[in-house]
């Protein structure tokens, strides 16, 4: 079943996505639906990374509540500096780094992305630092110390 179906999810993915973009259950577009589910997975699984090694489940669970609170509230810090008269202080932000597992960095990608205020700008070719864009930046120190404690560390747990 492994071999038909390299990644299950992937295929149920696919499968309710293409019902879902065609809005139709006809017998052709389930039958297509099928085909790519099972086609797709097979075709890409030379570019699908192996799977990471997951460790320390409840720190992720803490990570992931962490990062949702991150999201409003930073998504209210960045409306209200919009708001205020004066210009944002933004900075590019050198952030040390101690991961490199690429689930890890991937993972700390998706993070940096989803948070308003901060964007991933340059990942160093040797792995020890990460250029930040922080759309408004009080304190760098304060700001290095929060994201590494908060994203960097709990990501060294979970992946190394």
């Not at 052709?28 to 320390?56: D, E, K, M, S, Y």
Request: charged share 20%.
């Amino acid at each position: 079943m492994k071999s038909l179906l390299p990644a299950p999810w992937l295929s149920f993915g696919i499968f309710c996505g293409w019902l879902l973009l065609n809005r139709s259950l006809g017998p052709g577009h389930l039958l297509l639906a099928a085909l790519l589910a099972v086609v797709a997975p097979l075709l890409t699984a030379p570019l699908r990374p192996r799977a990471g090694p997951l460790r320390r489940l409840g720190v992720l669970a803490r990570l992931i509540l962490r990062v949702g609170r991150e999201v409003v509230r930073s998504a209210i810090g960045v409306a209200g500096a919009v708001l205020r008269p004066q210009p944002p202080r933004d900075a590019f932000v050198v952030v040390p780094l101690e991961l490199h597992d690429a689930h890890a960095l991937a993972a700390l990608a998706m993070i940096t992305t989803v948070i308003p205020g901060t964007v991933w700008s340059e990942l160093a070719p040797d792995r020890s630092a990460l250029l930040l864009h922080v759309f408004d930046l009080d304190d760098e120190a304060r700001f290095l110390e929060h994201f590494i404690r908060d994203y960097v560390q709990p990501l060294k747990e979970i992946y190394q």
